[in-house]
């Protein structure tokens, strides 16, 4: 333990973050830092429990409780306290591949499980985890390490997302040749066109991936599986296959005057707006602007906040998002929502606050539906109508939505963008291969041996559980990778 006192003689601190008013002129990371006194203080915060259930990384109650990579968090907050930053950074290295993006993008349920949460704030688990990747490249001790010795064995990875970059990682620190490929002209899956430049730089991205080519993993890019290489042509030249090209399909939101102009999916907007800003800084114009116009943004989650920060920076007229859910309470619920549960509480996102910043409140409308959007004679979209709703779940988990007669309201809009989820993986190469699919579309395969039904192949992240968090795609590449080096070498050196 750190100082078995720690968590009573400190208080929860927080790197500052530049003004929202001033970050929304670029797009630069919008975090500031802490120095490495006031992390050493932060780490002694932690009481090193007896069962640390920030740990436990377990699907709860419709979240997730813990760190699904099972990160030995009270062994590294104590190497932070004491000043051993390199040690640090090699316990945090055993469980994940990629702290430098989970220490900025996850949301975090190891603080939601933290112990001192029972009784105060919870550790700064997520600050010290990035402080620790940042400082170990800063020092240069983050370097290629490549095997020492090939089995000979090939294994084909499809899609370059944190589940692909996991598995091809550690199937190339067992020996194996790996090979991913990536429809994109750049290699990172989400993390390089799914989640701004401002919530992840991707230089970050891109260090990480040129550390792993500089470790052997080769890369494959504007190689679409099932279109440009037939899948099955990589069945039969590889000793395996690992399917994880995420769960990419929209959900779908067909109601009246869907189809107008100025109505559009969340992802098109986000991907083209960070690919203009990478290929030109936005001056090709290759992407769709929100520049002047009144955005709504249909869905509460973390895409539709990327679609509010982006849309921001476009410098929109007005911006305001939808979600079904309630507003939820400023504390956590101790009877329908008790520790170590994820915290459901009110709270401001970062692009909530930039939104407040610019326009005096929170852009967020809650308990409301949209019933049609609404056109102009040119077919352009002019305004959304929408109801207030109450939102049950019957017996079977489903949601049921009840409008409330006499909250119909009008926004004006001459952009839609839709962020509501996603329907599991595209079928191009499921279909092709015959891969069996599990209710929810998405590729049946056991969580702890991720084999498909066809020999060789085998599904890991969003491809197999369906849309999920950053964390749980790293899980399972990593498990996913043990599972292929078993199938392929009898045995496993993976952890």
């Known amino acids: 333990m750190s100082t078995p006192t720690g968590f009573m003689e400190f208080k929860r601190e927080l790197p500052g973050d530049r003004s929202p008013s001033e970050r929304v002129r670029d797009w630069e990371e919008f975090h500031k830092h802490m120095s490495e006194e006031e992390l050493q203080t932060q780490g002694a915060r932690c009481m090193d429990c007896g069962t640390p259930y920030c740990h436990t990384g377990i699907d709860m109650a419709g979240g997730t409780s813990g760190c699904p990579v099972h990160n030995l968090i009270p062994e590294w907050n104590n190497l932070v306290y004491r000043g051993l930053w390199k040690d640090a950074l090699d316990r945090l290295h055993k469980t994940n591949n990629f702290p430098e993006f989970t220490g900025r993008i996850c949301p975090a349920p190891c603080e939601g499980s933290c112990t001192v949460g029972?009784?105060?704030?919870?550790?700064?688990?997520?600050?010290?985890?990035?402080?620790?990747?940042?400082?170990?490249?800063?020092?240069?001790?983050?370097?290629?390490?490549?095997?020492?010795?090939?089995?000979?064995?090939?294994?084909?990875?499809?899609?370059?997302?944190?589940?692909?970059?996991?598995?091809?990682?550690?199937?190339?620190?067992?020996?194996?040749?790996?090979?991913?490929?990536?429809?994109?002209?750049?290699?990172?899956?989400?993390?390089?066109y799914g989640i701004p430049s401002m919530k992840l730089d991707k230089a970050v991205v891109q260090r990480r991936v040129d550390l792993l080519a500089a470790e052997g993993v080769k890369f494959v890019t504007n190689t679409e599986i099932g279109k440009d290489i037939k899948a099955q042509q990589l069945v039969d030249e590889y000793d395996a296959v690992v399917l994880c090209g995420g769960a990419t399909k929209p959900r779908e939101f067909n109601i009246e005057g869907s189809d107008l102009n100025g109505v559009h999916y969340a992802m098109p907007f986000l991907n083209g707006?960070?690919?203009?800003?990478?290929?030109?800084?936005?001056?090709?114009?290759?992407?769709?602007?929100?520049?002047?116009?009144?955005?709504?943004?249909?869905?509460?989650?973390?895409?539709?906040?990327?679609?509010?920060?982006?849309?921001?920076?476009?410098?929109?007229?007005?911006?305001?998002?939808?979600?079904?859910?309630?507003?939820?309470p400023l504390e956590r619920d101790p009877i329908n929502n008790p520790w170590p549960q994820f915290p459901n509480v009110y709270t401001l996102d970062y692009a909530q606050e930039e939104a407040k910043a610019l326009y005096g409140s929170d852009p967020r409308e809650f308990s409301i539906m949209t019933t049609r959007f609404v056109g102009d004679e040119s077919g352009n979209l002019k305004e959304l109508h929408t109801v207030q709703i109450r939102r049950t779940v019957d017996e079977t988990g489903r949601k049921i939505y009840e409008p409330i007669p006499g909250t119909e309201r009008v926004f004006p809009a001459q952009l839609a963008l839709i962020a509501i989820g996603f329907d599991g993986p595209e079928s191009t190469i499921i279909g092709e291969l015959g891969l069996e699919k599990d209710r929810r579309t998405n590729v049946k395969a056991k969580y702890g041996q991720f084999k498909t039904n066809v020999d060789k192949v085998f599904a890991a992240g969003d491809m197999r559980r369906g849309q999920s968090l950053v964390v749980w795609a790293i899980n399972e590449g990593r498990a996913a990778a043990r599972e292929v080096d078993k199938y392929l070498m009898g045995s496993t050196v993976l952890v």
Request: charged share 25%.
């Open 273 to 328: 707006t960070i690919k203009s800003y990478l290929d030109s800084g936005l001056q090709d114009g290759q992407y769709l602007s929100a520049k002047d116009k009144d955005v709504i943004v249909i869905g509460g989650g973390d895409t539709g906040s990327d679609c509010v920060a982006t849309a921001l920076r476009h410098g929109c007229r007005s911006i305001t998002q939808f979600g079904t859910h309630a507003k939820a």
């Open 118 to 192: 029972l009784i105060g704030q919870p550790v700064t688990i997520k600050t010290i985890e990035q402080a620790i990747i940042d400082k170990g490249f800063e020092e240069g001790w983050v370097v290629p390490e490549p095997p020492e010795k090939r089995t000979g064995r090939r294994v084909a990875v499809v899609g370059s997302g944190p589940a692909g970059l996991a598995c091809a990682a550690q199937l190339n620190k067992a020996g194996h040749e790996v090979t991913v490929y990536e429809r994109s002209d750049r290699i990172g899956g989400l993390l390089m």
